[in-house]
């Protein structure tokens, strides 16, 4: 269910408290990563930070008008980050602290859930970069801890939420989406 090999979660540089904090809640919902502080690292030393924690792809939250702006995912190639054509573009998020108090110990197992409609190709391309299924939700509740569910909002923007299993109780984090990028490969 969950990839052996580890993600690196870390920051561009000088993030805020917020920043700091959203990334601390997802290394708690999404197993297998591990956060590390990116401070003056460049692009390569994260690369190569990631190698010696004995993870294969790396995910960096950038900053934006002091908040999370911008999800960028990398793997590892032969020389070092190789990015992947794929951004999410960052309108608003919600803490697990604005939610009802929940569990702060690190949870186990994470499956995708989502509705209907342009979620589905965000649900695919998340599911192989994170190794995690994509299942209905009715599958996913006797199984797992956790779902990242995706959505679209009143506004019909994408949202991940993440939902405690079986209650199908959200607890954070959420995230909606500005946009999504699906730049072509060169």
Request: aromatic share 6%; glycine share 6%.
């Amino acid at each position: 269910m969950v990839s052996s090999r580890k993600i690196l979660l870390t920051t561009s540089r000088n993030p805020t408290s917020r920043i700091r904090t959203f990334c601390n809640e997802l290394t708690r919902v999404i197993p297998g990563v591990v956060r590390v502080n990116r401070g003056k690292m460049s692009v390569d030393q994260v690369g190569e930070k990631t190698l010696e924690l004995g993870a294969d792809r790396v995910v960096i939250v950038d900053r934006w008008q002091g908040g999370p702006g911008k999800i960028e995912f990398f793997h590892i190639g032969a020389s070092g980050l190789v990015r992947i054509p794929r951004s999410l573009y960052i309108a608003a998020i919600r803490l697990q602290r604005e939610f009802a108090p929940t569990k702060s110990k690190p949870f186990h197992s994470l499956v995708i859930t989502h509705s209907v409609g342009n979620s589905l190709e965000i649900a695919d391309s998340l599911s192989k970069f994170f190794n995690v299924p994509v299942i209905s939700e009715s599958e996913a509740s006797p199984k797992y801890q956790v779902a990242m569910h995706i959505s679209n909002d009143a506004t019909r923007r994408i949202q991940i939420t993440f939902m405690l299993l079986p209650q199908k109780v959200e607890i954070g984090p959420r995230i909606t989406l500005r946009r999504v990028m699906w730049e072509s490969s060169k």
